[in-house]
């Protein structure tokens, strides 16, 4: 039986009662279209017609309203005008219905009146204990079940197959265009669910649901917006542990109104990162275009085992094709590795004008030696190198001849190299096709969209990051949530001191309010110093003068201190300046840069990239929502472009990758522990140093969250 993590929506899409509010026996109107449906695919609950001016609809009897029904009712559909379906709701009698699809618009799409009527409709709903799926939506098909609560009429045209995807979709059209894709696609569905205008169940709600049920593998949703960050988090992360992986198309790339003069990470993280950020985090693939949508669906459906890694085999009987793939192949981030040296030999020695190497081409040889297919791929997997195959057949597909040797190889395949998913890139006509499809074997007529399919989906093998959200490093202290005061502003000092506290490497500094206190510090550091102004008021110092550095004896460092106090004061003349704060000259590292800012929707994200040009003009980052943890952290360390240089380059050392990851958790946790109070924190530069010497962050900016600077005094 399937468990579900919410038995009000199990009620709602698995219902043997449904009641159409607005039933009608005019075909093409609203409310004939879901009776009509019900009973044409069969579905074997009752059916209850609702129309107070009718007394039989479609053949069933009607009843005036709900409350005139003697039962209660699983499923109600509202199919009657926005301003009547309060109304229709307040009618049926407390405890009565479970759950109610509202296909209705003119509510609040259409401005300040129809925002009035969705929210008397959900206060009944509220009121009455009643799941709401819409206003403005297409409702939802339940295809083992039979349930086709909507008026969309695409099923009306042929039937789905039933399978192992769960759809849901913001946009009805949208919807209505996918299920149909899918018809035609040959994918099976397990649930199609529209969403509308979300007034009480939304797409997270509905992945969560899907996450838990046992007739579906895969998901895919399609979203315009989110308004419940926590929710949808809350969502991705259940499916991840059920193991079911989701496909996401969402709309709007837009960068978000942040800040840019406040911090990097506000200028960066618009709405499109953020939303890169967390699907990444929850191993969601997410779709740019309605064909990766609909090809990587396909992909994780017919797939029963997926590629445990990027090493990818081209096998090809064209040498151009097999170059183009492997072109492909590169920007997907699968590696090419060439198969043994012995295993070229014999191709050789057999097909002495073959290519050997990865991409292996044997050339047409295949056509008059079939054999050659299936002895040629036994070969170069035989020691395990490759984590998927793709083989290219040009036209040879609709070949009725060879189509034995396919078959057979497609069969023999997954008998002998269960753990090595095949594709094929060839023109099968469309029985043929599913034949092979049956037998777990993704079929493309297009290699590049092949190629691009199998690295989104091995991909997947290196989320492994994504096993938890919270850290689990034990390195790390808790983050107590009032463990530092809210100021109004925070100055270098003060900012280091917080962030010091929350387990972030800090190096010792003196904050010099004059020239001899500067001049003493200095002297104790034993070694050169750098000066910096500390001023509440000035976020990026080196613009303004303020920042000195490699300084060494009483001479330079007093004349350090009065140019910086001269330089700022022309500046910003403005400015507060607490002081000027004097530590030792770092060692050399890589510059970093690290910074949380705070989404409206998601909470705390996090930045990391590295320092200069690489953010400044290359905005070479990465993204996560905090808090995460280790292994997280180290994902989101190795997808920067730049990070060769942290690994070493050109004779330098290798940083301390994981002490950057231990940073990068303990800001995540002190983000997510005081996300009430901060919106904003860069840390520029966090210097990486060489492995096993850690990292110094070497300058800071906190910025409180307006209205609750002062809340709490020092």
């Known amino acids: 039986?399937?468990?579900?993590?919410?038995?009000?929506?199990?009620?709602?899409?698995?219902?043997?009662?449904?009641?159409?509010?607005?039933?009608?026996?005019?075909?093409?109107?609203?409310?004939?279209?879901?009776?009509?449906?019900?009973?044409?695919?069969?579905?074997?609950?009752?059916?209850?017609?609702?129309?107070?001016?009718?007394?039989?609809?479609?053949?069933?009897?009607?009843?005036?309203?709900?409350?005139?029904?003697?039962?209660?009712?699983?499923?109600?559909?509202?199919?009657?005008?926005?301003?009547?379906?309060?109304?229709?709701?307040?009618?049926?009698?407390?405890?009565?219905?479970?759950?109610?699809?509202?296909?209705?618009?003119?509510?609040?799409?259409?401005?300040?009146s129809g925002v009035a009527m969705q929210e008397a409709l959900c206060a009944i709903a509220r009121e009455r204990g009643i799941r709401l799926l819409g206003p403005n939506c297409l409702g939802y098909m339940n295809v083992r079940h039979k349930v086709y609560a909507t008026f969309s009429p695409a099923p009306a045209n042929g039937a789905v197959a039933l399978g192992g995807i769960g759809m849901v979709s913001q946009s009805g059209a949208f919807g209505a265009y996918a299920y149909c894709m899918a018809r035609e696609r040959g994918l099976g569905l397990s649930h199609w669910i529209s969403t509308g205008n979300e007034a009480d169940i939304d797409v997270a709600d509905c992945i969560h649901w899907l996450a838990h049920d046992a007739d579906t593998r895969v998901i895919m949703a399609y979203m315009e917006g989110c308004r419940d960050g926590a929710k949808l988090r809350r969502a991705l992360a259940a499916a991840r542990d059920a193991g079911k992986p989701v496909v996401v198309t969402k709309i709007g790339r837009t960068q978000a109104g942040a800040q840019a003069a406040a911090s990097h990470t506000a200028a960066l993280a618009g709405d499109d990162a953020v939303y890169d950020a967390l699907f990444r985090q929850y191993g969601a693939l997410r779709a740019r275009s309605i064909e990766d949508f609909f090809n990587l669906?396909?992909?994780?459906?017919?797939?029963?085992?997926?590629?445990?890694?990027?090493?990818?085999?081209?096998?090809?009987i064209s040498g151009g094709v097999g170059a183009l793939m492997a072109d492909e192949a590169e920007e997907a981030g699968l590696s090419l590795p060439e198969p043994d040296a012995g295993a070229q030999a014999r191709l050789l020695e057999r097909v002495p004008f073959a290519g050997p190497r990865n991409p292996v081409d044997v050339t047409g040889q295949v056509v008059s030696e079939p054999g050659l297919l299936l002895a040629t791929a036994d070969d170069m997997l035989a020691d395990g190198r490759y984590d998927a195959l793709a083989v290219f057949l040009a036209a040879a597909g609709s070949s009725e001849t060879l189509w034995p040797t396919f078959e057979t190889f497609a069969r023999e395949m997954r008998a002998r190299h269960p753990d090595v998913p095949l594709a094929f890139c060839a023109l099968f006509p469309p029985e043929r096709r599913r034949e092979l499809e049956r037998l777990g074997t993704l079929v493309f007529e297009d290699p590049s969209a092949a190629i691009r399919t199998v690295g989104a989906v091995a991909g997947l093998a290196g989320m492994s990051g994504a096993a938890s959200d919270a850290s689990t490093h034990t390195s790390m202290p808790p983050?107590?949530?009032?463990?530092?005061?809210?100021?109004?502003?925070?100055?270098?000092?003060?900012?280091m001191n917080v962030l010091r506290q929350a387990g972030l490497p800090v190096p010792d500094c003196t904050l010099a309010t004059d020239a001899d206190t500067a001049v003493a510090a200095a002297a104790r550091a034993a070694g050169p110093v750098v000066l910096k102004v500390v001023s509440p008021d000035i976020l990026h110092k080196s613009d303004v003068g303020g920042v000195k550095l490699n300084l060494s004896g009483e001479d330079a460092v007093r004349h350090g201190h009065a140019a910086i106090l001269d330089s700022v004061r022309t500046h910003c003349p403005n400015a507060r300046i607490d002081g000027v704060l004097v530590a030792p000259m770092a060692p050399k590292g890589v510059e970093c840069i690290v910074g949380m800012h705070r989404d409206p929707v998601f909470g705390p994200v996090v930045m990391f990239g590295l320092g200069g040009v690489f953010v400044e003009?290359?905005?070479?980052?990465?993204?996560?929502?905090?808090?995460?943890?280790?292994?997280?952290?180290?994902?989101?360390?190795?997808?920067?472009?730049?990070?060769?240089?942290?690994?070493?380059?050109?004779?330098?050392?290798?940083?301390?990758?994981?002490?950057?990851?231990?940073?990068?958790?303990?800001?995540?946790?002190?983000?997510?522990?005081?996300?009430?109070?901060?919106?904003?924190?860069?840390?520029?530069?966090?210097?990486?140093?060489?492995?096993?010497?850690?990292?110094?962050?070497?300058?800071?900016?906190?910025?409180?969250?307006?209205?609750?600077?002062?809340?709490?005094?020092?």
């Open 297 to 316: 669906g396909y992909a994780l459906d017919t797939w029963k085992q997926r590629p445990q890694g990027k090493r990818l085999g081209i096998f090809t």
């Open 617 to 714: 003009v290359l905005k070479d980052v990465s993204f996560r929502l905090a808090p995460f943890d280790h292994v997280q952290a180290l994902s989101m360390i190795r997808e920067i472009k730049g990070y060769a240089l942290l690994q070493g380059a050109r004779g330098a050392p290798p940083c301390d990758i994981n002490a950057l990851a231990d940073a990068l958790v303990a800001l995540s946790r002190f983000a997510d522990a005081r996300r009430e109070d901060f919106s904003s924190v860069e840390i520029n530069p966090l210097l990486a140093l060489p492995d096993g010497q850690g990292v110094l962050a070497l300058d800071a900016v906190l910025i409180p969250n307006a209205g609750r600077a002062g809340a709490r005094s020092s």
């Open 1 to 112: 039986m399937t468990t579900h993590s919410d038995p009000s929506l199990s009620r709602l899409f698995t219902p043997r009662s449904i009641a159409i509010v607005g039933a009608s026996a005019t075909p093409g109107k609203i409310g004939a279209m879901p009776v009509s449906l019900l009973r044409q695919h069969g579905y074997d609950g009752r059916i209850l017609p609702i129309n107070p001016r009718a007394d039989s609809i479609q053949g069933l009897p009607a009843a005036p309203d709900l409350a005139a029904l003697d039962t209660d009712v699983d499923l109600v559909i509202l199919a009657v005008p926005a301003a009547h379906a309060a109304q229709a709701l307040q009618s049926a009698r407390p405890g009565q219905v479970g759950g109610a699809v509202v296909f209705t618009s003119g509510f609040s799409e259409t401005g300040a």
């Open 479 to 495: 983050v107590a949530a009032n463990s530092a005061p809210l100021r109004d502003t925070y100055n270098e000092v003060q900012a």
